[in-house]
């Protein structure tokens, strides 16, 4: 039976690729999709989303626009990352997947009040919308099965040295989020460092020869000379599609529970996620935290993705 999901995203190359995998594997019932402030403007990564759901024929799945702000704060964006787009890198045609109507809260509120079965909601981007949805309508806490989230770390940050760029966007959002009692899976940059988008991974997609497969190698060559320049790093973590990769197969994963706090006050930590992994706070744990990933599994699930989607198109 295919989990129901709805990620709530800011497209951003790593958005982008869980898009595909959701849409890809039949595990996977993706019931909509929901767009936020984050890597750019909410007017560009919803722009983004339908680019991309355009490129790889990703139809009848509703795209809602959502917070273009943060609870409290600033808006944040990291075009030094994802570009002045948010998905620089290839050359997207106009999108001709159509904007829903509704705004992201109203989407994810019936869509949850009308799914037959409780829905698994997929976060990437800041937790703005998710947070708002909390606050808006209690009571859709019961048509929730789980969050699972790409957001915070166990050590160190991207953004600040202590805080991950989803969390810091919107700290207080987060905070509701993990202090909501809802079941919580975080997969944080300790994990998504381990899945760096290398070039022998950028020729092992392009490999695969279709027009999709030249726009994701396109859009992966982008994201790691980004990363090579601002981090060092000899490729791109794919941070977002380890969320999807883990309800598809959640031995892909190892995860342990842990007590996450978010910071809100630091003057030098605000937005870190401060994970009691010894227990030493004494604090119940409210959430699974992601810590091991099986690498091999999880580019063969990318790789899988973009051959499906994009023989589909031949
Ligand atoms: O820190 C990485 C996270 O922030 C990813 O989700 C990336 O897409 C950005 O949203
Ligand atoms: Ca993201």
Not at 158 to 168: G, K, Q, R, V
Request: proline share 8%; glycine share 8%; hydrophobic share 45%.
């Amino acid at each position: 039976m295919a989990t129901p999901v709805i990620l709530d995203c800011d497209p951003g190359h790593d958005d982008a690729f869980n898009i595909l995998l959701a849409a890809a594997h039949p595990a996977i019932d993706l019931l909509a999709i929901t767009t936020v402030a984050g890597n750019q403007t909410v007017a560009k990564t919803t722009l983004n989303a339908r680019r991309v759901c355009t490129a790889a024929g990703i139809e009848g799945v509703p795209i809602a626009a959502g917070r273009d702000r943060p609870l409290h704060g600033p808006v944040r964006v990291a075009a030094s990352i994802h570009g002045e787009s948010g998905l620089d890198g290839p050359g997207f045609a106009d999108p001709t997947v159509p904007l829903d109507p509704r705004d992201a809260l109203t989407l994810l509120h019936d869509t949850l009040l009308t799914h037959p079965e409780p829905v698994t909601l997929v976060p990437t981007g800041p937790l703005t919308n998710i947070a708002a949805l909390l606050l808006a309508y209690p009571e859709v806490k019961e048509r929730i099965a789980r969050i699972v989230l790409m957001g915070g770390s166990t050590d160190r940050g991207n953004t600040t040295p202590a805080a991950e760029f989803n969390i810091h966007c919107d700290p207080e959002a987060a905070d509701l989020v993990f202090t909501s009692g809802l079941p919580v899976t975080m997969i944080g940059l300790n994990a998504s460092h381990q899945v760096l988008a290398t070039p022998d991974v950028i020729a092992r997609v392009e490999a695969l020869g279709t027009p999709l497969a030249r726009v994701c190698g396109e859009m992966l060559g982008f994201f790691s000379d980004r990363y090579r320049e601002v981090f060092g790093l000899p490729g791109a973590p794919l941070h977002d599609p380890l969320t999807v990769a883990h309800l598809i197969d959640p031995e892909l994963l190892g995860c342990v529970r842990a007590h996450v706090a978010v910071e809100l006050h630091g003057r030098h930590t605000r937005g870190a996620t401060v994970v009691d992994l010894h227990r030493v706070t004494g604090q119940e744990p409210n959430a699974e935290v992601a810590t091991e990933v099986d690498v091999d599994r999880f580019w063969d699930l990318i790789t899988g993705a973009v051959r499906s989607l994009g023989d589909r198109q031949s």
